[in-house]
């Protein structure tokens, strides 16, 4: 299951559904409230409005069980999701993404004066988080320009509470069962944001990198969909073994109450680094190793402050543009 990050739709996911569904997966995406429509009004879609939408697509692909995928702001969103149905999210991968902290809202991880700046540009365009231009998005993301026209002519100002409202889990963060994608060319300085490194320690959480930026689902996604593939692999290995985590009474009786409330059941060590080089789009063997553990795709081939309002026109390449391939 696949959810848009900030300023996009499903139609970024596009190569990558195409990818897995060829590898035969079951591929749904997710469209957040308030991004379908450009200039709609969103002052009624809030934080819960976005986890709401995902939550009702994981419901109603009851009994299956999901890998939930999310993106950038959208990693917030996701997290919340698997917070209340850890029955039914079998792992939650952050691709490049901000993770859920209880309390705090996703546009918290900015320093001031940045949270500052970001407030007040929501506030100035009626309650909507304005889009990058071509140039922040293209810089350093392992993007053709012609790649980043593109994107930025897709993109759509972004709801501005589902970034400042604080979100609320049940479960420390730490319990759920998640894999971090790092999108190399987003840490010019290879350091992660702390509350990412923290989560190495995290016995039931993974990283994995690839060779790229903040947009991987345009700029490689061969690669991505490579990724991907191995993560449900690795899914379905634990289920296979009974390894995955069993629910606590807690989680159960918590789940078991909002059945009653409203039909919403449930179904359902860091540190070291191993790196694996790979060619472009191959898939590679598939392991599993210890938690925490990285591996590493090369395939080889933040949205910043630049504001300037993108074109809405959707030219006829939904797909998006294609490389050269040597």
Not at 22 to 40: C, N
Not at 122 to 133: H, Y
Request: contains cysteine.
């Amino acid at each position: 299951m696949l959810v848009p990050g900030t300023w996009t739709g499903p139609w970024i996911w596009k190569k990558v559904a195409e990818g897995l569904r060829g590898r035969g997966h079951s591929v749904h995406l997710v469209t957040l409230s308030g991004l379908d429509r450009p200039g709609a009004d969103v002052s009624h879609v809030g934080l819960d409005t976005h986890v709401e939408d995902v939550h009702a697509v994981v419901r109603d692909l009851a009994p299956e069980r999901v890998v939930l995928v999310s993106h950038s702001t959208s990693g917030v969103v996701a997290g919340a999701v698997a917070d209340r149905e850890p029955c039914r999210v079998d792992r939650t991968v952050y691709v490049e993404a901000q993770l859920p902290h209880d309390g705090r809202s996703a546009i918290d991880a900015f320093d001031e004066p940045l949270r500052g700046d970001e407030l007040r540009l929501i506030d100035e365009n009626g309650g909507r988080w304005p889009a990058p231009d071509v140039d922040v998005v293209s810089d350093a993301q392992g993007l053709t320009y012609e790649e980043a026209r593109w994107l930025t002519g897709r993109l759509r100002d972004h709801p501005g509470r589902p970034l400042t409202e604080p979100v609320r889990l049940a479960r420390p963060l730490a319990e759920q069962r998640a894999t971090y994608v790092v999108c190399e060319l987003e840490h010019f300085d290879g350091r992660l944001a702390a509350d990412v490194e923290r989560m190495r320690s995290a016995p039931t959480w993974r990283f994995r990198t690839l060779d790229t930026g903040l947009w991987p689902m345009v700029s490689d996604p061969d690669a991505l969909v490579a990724l991907l593939d191995e993560v449900a692999a690795e899914v379905a290995a634990e289920d296979r073994a009974g390894r995955t985590p069993q629910i606590t009474a807690g989680d159960q009786a918590r789940i078991t109450g909002r059945d009653a409330r409203g039909g919403r059941g449930a179904h359902g060590a860091g540190g070291r680094e191993t790196r694996r080089d790979t060619g472009r789009g191959t898939g590679g063997d598939i392991g599993r190793g210890s938690g925490g553990d990285i591996d590493r795709f090369s395939p080889g081939d933040a949205a910043g402050n630049g504001r300037s309002r993108p074109a809405w026109d959707t030219p006829g390449d939904e797909v998006g543009p294609q490389r050269g391939r040597g």
